[in-house]
């Protein structure tokens, strides 16, 4: 009974005392980090003090070490920053002076035994120049050994860019004695990217083996391994080699590795057109509403995406600037130069809330355009619905008065927005890199596309849209408010040229003639799909985005790759004028 009435209590004690034993297990089992550098640092007084054959050892021995404080303090010798200070016993205390230094240009001394500051017999800190003690005697031959050693450490930083840096630069540098080393580290490492390096490193410095049977298997080797680097090594070993069978698999390794270069930079391509063509289709998905479904050649779409980029970048230094916000106007009135501002208190952005003004940016860069393209089509276009020159024409001015205010604002030269960290960067699948900015941009372009899908065939404004663009007469007389329709309409298209605004400030710098960059090959874009169509909008985007990366990658020259796709889109349209779908009109006029 007692223990049915006590077992909670016994069982709370029952795990205190287990997680208690486990823990003096793990601290018993683990060395204490004080003691292991400890050790390390007696190893590294040997190595200093002692000479010949019996350094050479204690060198090997920190090599092996994989400690930090040994990279550092190695990497200081091979600086002529070991010092040494003469003790009243005699006996030499290898010492490091401190990086800040007192007004006489002197710094304290820390030992390298204990990594305390060196003190006098009363307990004062010392202080010196760098002139009064000297530096640890080296050599050329010194200096290669505690280099390797260098190199070996570097082999095990926990960072494993940094491990795959050392191991390239191992590789590089065509050392046969660094092969040891490497396949040491090969048999403990646990990254695959860096036990590629390791691999593709040996196979290099193999190359430079005497016996042609090891060059063989070494040129197989990078063949398998698909090393891009190991290019130049190969066609030098097959342009040298004596033995035939040895420039016969330098051949065949080198045809390997094309092969491979080939399929990168294709699906490398591939992908470049398709980011491409995301930032095309949203930037013509907006035109294809405005100028497909409402007839209207809006020249100022162009600036439509400036307003997007420009809101970015304002969100940007509004988090940077402690949410505080200042304009100056250029205007002068006497010689004197008017500006207003409001200037909120607050604190400056940092970390993961500064990190996320894009994701702020975004809903504000679609609104700020929508706006705007709201107040254009209120002041200009709703009086030239069915006159598309004139709305050109007139469209070409507000895009005209729009740069200056630009220019005005923000000044002639771009404005810098910067990326978030979780936008910069990559990852490589089989060599091939994929950026996530532009993984971003064209998930987020599917996202839009299927909106702006949802919006025109699933609600009720998708239906009003779709009925005035087929008959407007028809439609106002079936009561739709054809007037607050077009409103409604143009505000959505301006803003979706706003959001592409926002993915090309991620990409390139922003600047008042941003926009017109991009309008031209809008406007290509929404004849090819043909005009009102959402579905042939995308089919042109991406094909023209992808065509356009195609063809640079094979003509190397920009230029005449857009001169190209150009002149395709020309004879496309001269056989079917309405483009890939055609859009089907009840307006008799």
């Not at 910067?418 to 994929?434: A, E, M, N, R």
């Not at 009925?467 to 007469?473: L, P, S, Y």
């Amino acid at each position: 009974m007692w223990l049915l009435k006590h077992r909670g209590a016994a069982a709370k004690w029952t795990l205190l005392l287990a997680v208690a034993g486990w823990l003096a297990g793990a601290l018993a089992a683990a060395p204490a980090p004080a003691a292991a550098d400890l050790a390390v640092r007696k190893t590294l007084i040997r190595a200093i003090l002692s000479e010949g054959q019996e350094r050479q050892k204690y060198i090997s021995a920190l090599a092996d070490s994989e400690s930090k404080l040994a990279r550092d303090v190695l990497v200081a010798w091979t600086q002529d920053e070991i010092l040494l200070y003469p003790a009243p016993d005699g006996t030499m205390v290898p010492v490091l002076l401190e990086d800040q230094q007192d007004a006489d240009g002197r710094a304290r001394a820390i030992r390298v035994e204990d990594g305390a500051f060196l003190k006098d017999g009363k307990g004062a800190e010392m202080r010196f120049a760098s002139g009064d003690l000297n530096s640890v005697d080296t050599d050329m031959r010194l200096r290669s050994t505690v280099q390797q050693a260098i190199d070996s450490l570097t082999l095990a930083d926990p960072d494993p860019d940094a491990r795959r840096s050392a191991v390239v630069k191992l590789g590089n540098s065509q050392k046969p004695k660094y092969i040891p080393v490497l396949e040491a580290r090969l048999a403990r490492e646990t990254n695959g990217d860096v036990r590629k390096a390791l691999e593709e490193s040996v196979a290099l410095l193999q190359l430079g083996d005497p016996d042609p049977a090891t060059q063989i298997a070494a040129s197989e080797r990078l063949a398998q391994l698909k090393a891009l680097g190991s290019i130049d090594v190969l066609k030098r070993l097959e342009a040298s080699a004596r033995d035939p069978r040895v420039a016969a698999a330098a051949a065949g390794a080198i045809k390997s590795i094309n092969a491979h270069i080939t399929t990168v930079n294709f699906f490398g391509t591939i992908f470049r057109g398709l980011s491409l063509g995301s930032i095309l289709l949203v930037v013509a998905l907006g035109l294809a509403i405005t100028f497909g479904l409402m007839g209207i050649i809006n020249m100022a779409h162009g600036e439509m995406i400036a307003v997007g980029a420009y809101t970015c970048y304002v969100v940007q230094n509004i988090f940077g600037s402690g949410f505080g916000f200042h304009v100056t106007l250029p205007f002068s009135f006497g010689g004197r130069m008017i500006s207003f501002g409001l200037n909120l208190p607050g604190l400056n952005a940092t970390g993961w809330l500064y990190q996320s003004y894009f994701l702020i940016a975004l809903p504000l860069s679609f609104f700020a355009a929508a706006a705007a393209g709201l107040i254009v089509e209120r002041a200009v276009i709703q009086f030239l619905y069915r006159r598309p020159l004139e709305s050109l024409l007139a469209t070409w001015g507000v895009s005209l008065i729009m740069q200056q205010l630009f220019r005005m604002f923000f000044g002639a030269n771009n404005v810098q927005v910067d990326s978030p960290t979780w936008l910069l960067g990559h990852f490589t699948i089989d060599d091939v890199s994929f950026g996530y900015n532009r993984l971003f941009v064209i998930s987020l372009a599917v996202v839009i596309v299927f909106g702006t899908w949802l919006l025109l065939t699933k609600t009720p404004l998708g239906l009003l849209i779709r009925a005035v663009m087929q008959n407007r007469d028809m439609a106002s007389c079936m009561g739709v408010r054809t007037e607050r329709v077009n409103m409604m309409t143009f505000a959505f298209g301006s803003g979706l040229a706003g959001l592409a605004g926002a993915f090309l400030s991620q990409i390139g710098n922003v600047g008042p003639s941003l926009g017109q960059s991009y309008i031209v090959d809008s406007f290509m874009t929404v004849v090819v799909g043909g005009v009102g169509s959402i579905v042939g909008t995308v089919c042109s985007a991406v094909g023209i985005g992808t065509s356009d990366q195609v063809l640079q990658q094979l003509l190397g020259s920009p230029v005449m790759g857009k001169i190209i796709v150009l002149a395709v889109i020309i004879l496309f349209l001269q056989w079917k004028p309405g483009g890939l779908f055609s859009t089907r009109n009840r307006s008799l006029d």
